[in-house]
Nanobody
Framework: QLVESGGGLVQAGGSLRLSCTGS????????VGWFRQAPGQEREFVAA???????????YYTDPVKGRFTISRDNAKNTVYLQMNSLNPEDTAVYYC????????????????WGQGTQVTVSS
């Protein structure tokens, strides 16, 4: 139900924008998160967009990407984006988007829907 795109090879300091498109009509109220997994490492939380009680989306980021990555939504397209700037080799990983009605945005186990992953490689 989730399709990611936008990964690729980029030099350090460059940018990429990942896209995650959902097919569910209620995608707009789902929490959507981005996670990544580097070789030999566990999957880790990167960013999330969560519907709040104040009728806006709250965004959350892991510390290493704050100020460099931005998560945003286009509900008309059922798409969530992850804009990644100032990339460095430590950002190299397979990036996954996930969605669901969850409470703990950074807990991968709570997300019910996952994309297939897209490879991001940052060369030094």
């Amino acid at each position: 139900q989730l399709v990611e795109s936008g990964g690729g090879l980029v030099q350090a300091g460059g940018s990429l924008r990942l896209s995650c498109t959902g097919s569910d009509q209620i995608f707009s109220i789902y929490t959507v998160g981005w996670f990544r997994q580097a070789p030999g490492q566990e999957r880790e939380f990167v960013a999330a967009s969560k519907w709040s009680d104040s009728n806006t989306y709250n965004t959350y980021y892991t510390d290493p990407v704050k100020g460099r990555f931005t998560i945003s939504r286009d509900n008309a397209k059922n798409t969530v984006y992850l804009q990644m700037n100032s990339l460095n080799p430590e950002d190299t990983a397979v990036y996954y988007c996930a969605a669901g009605k969850i409470l703990t945005y950074y807990d991968a186990a709570e997300y019910g829907y996952w994309g297939q992953g897209t490879q991001v490689t940052v060369s030094s």
